[in-house]
Every structure is written in C-alpha cells, then in structure tokens.
C-alpha cells in the first residue's frame, strides 16, 4: 500500500542549529515529493518539491531536500533554523497515475530560544 | 501558483446546523480539493470537484454529509450538514493548479468549532 512515514511527531532544536526532517514512502509508481509548512492558525505552504533531475532540491526560506531513491527517503533540511520557522511541516507524495497526494502525519517542529 | 480565499475564516456553530465554506481562485483551475484535518492530525481528503461533474467522495465521506458545488472554474462550495462536536476541524480548499505533478496550493482553511 501506499504510505507517507514521518517518523518524528515532534522535534525541538535551538536557534540557530541544523534540522533535519525525516521522509519515508512506500510508492509503486516514480513518485513526486513534496514538503509543505503549516504555521499556526494557517493554511498551508508549498516549501518544496521533486519532480525528477537534480535529487537535491531547494526550496522557499533557506530549506532544502534530498531525494534518495534508494533509501525512499526525502529528508528536509536547514542549516540554521530561526524562531519563525516554528511550525508543523508536512511530507507528501503523488505521481503522475494518480492525481492525488498521500500525505504524511506531520512533524512538530519546536524551536527552543 | 495560484491564490485562494476561504470565507469564512472560522465559526462556531451549534450541533445540527450546517455551515457552507466557500473557495475562491484568482485563476481558473481545473480541480479542488476539500481536505478536513482534525485537531492534531494530518489532512484527510474528503472529495475532489471538478467543474461540471459530480464531485468524487473518498471512503467515509458521503454527499448528503458534505455536499459540494463547483459552478465554475474559480469558485467551489463544501457544506457540512448536521453538525455534531466530531465535525470540529480545519477544513481546507486546496487547487491543482498545473493540471501535472499533483502540485496543490491552499487556501488558509477554515476552523469550525460545533459546540
């Protein structure tokens, strides 16, 4: 079946360091990845996306993602985060037989001051 | 991308009544997406509409429940009816606006509190 796996429900880090958000699908079909940003009270944000080429993506507000075939990975990332980018972050996954998305639980990120 | 509106923002409502939320698009798009996402949780399709047909509902959710309207290509409508304190979520309108790669945009969704 097809399946979205965020492993982590929440994450806390302190301003300023890395984060890594975890990714993992199971899709019969080449899949397209997405992650997507929910800050309080909002709808919403496309953060990034992976259609196909480059497996290293760059997105909106300094994220990036990797895309690792191998692994069914599409691990988000930033090198620094800022007390703004407090919010729940959603992985998804489609592809081009089936219009719609799967999509993962979400991850709460927290940012410690 | 393309820049989507909901009305109303959010409402609190008592059990057995109905609200309708509107989804307006600043474009014209081909399919809408009404997503429900409970307190905590993750978005959870309700159905798909497409301009001119009958909107497709995913498994548990039926028509008489949430009807939808889609009169044209900016504009959609999802009702939840006969509210009980379970229907207390966001819900969510969202677009395919590239017609390819499942891309969807967001409108800010909707908080309904049914008391």
């Known amino acids: 079946a097809q399946s979205v796996t965020q492993p982590d429900i929440h994450i806390t880090v302190s301003e300023g360091a890395s984060l890594e958000l975890r990714c993992n699908y199971s899709?019969?079909?080449?899949?397209?990845l997405f992650w997507y940003v929910q800050s309080p009270g909002q709808g919403l944000q496309l953060l990034l996306k992976y259609f196909s080429g480059d497996t290293l993506v760059q997105g909106i507000k300094g994220f990036e993602a990797e895309f690792k075939r191998s692994q069914s990975s599409f691990n988000l990332r930033k090198p620094s985060v800022h007390w703004s980018d407090a919010a729940e972050y959603f992985c998804a996954v489609g592809s081009d037989s089936n219009y719609q998305l799967i999509w993962g639980a979400g991850t709460k990120l927290i940012i410690k001051p | 991308s393309a820049v989507i509106s909901q009305k109303p923002s959010r409402d609190i409502c008592q059990r057995g009544t109905s609200l309708t939320i509107q989804c307006q698009v600043d474009?014209?798009?081909?399919?809408m997406f009404w997503y429900r996402q409970q307190p905590g949780q993750s978005l959870t399709l309700i159905a798909t509409?497409?301009?001119?047909?009958?909107?497709?509902?995913e498994s548990g959710f039926v028509i008489d429940k949430f009807p939808i309207s889609r009169p044209n290509l900016t504009f959609s409508t999802l009702t939840v009816s006969n509210m009980s304190p379970e229907d207390s979520s966001i819900y969510l309108c969202?677009?395919?606006?590239?017609?390819?790669?499942?891309?969807?945009?967001f409108g800010p969704g909707t908080r309904l509190t049914v008391l």
């Open positions: 474009s014209q798009v081909t399919m």
């Open positions: 509409a497409n301009q001119g047909s009958e909107a497709t509902y």
């Open positions: 969202s677009v395919d606006s590239s017609g390819t790669y499942n891309e969807q945009f």
């Open positions: 899709y019969g079909a080449t899949p397209y």
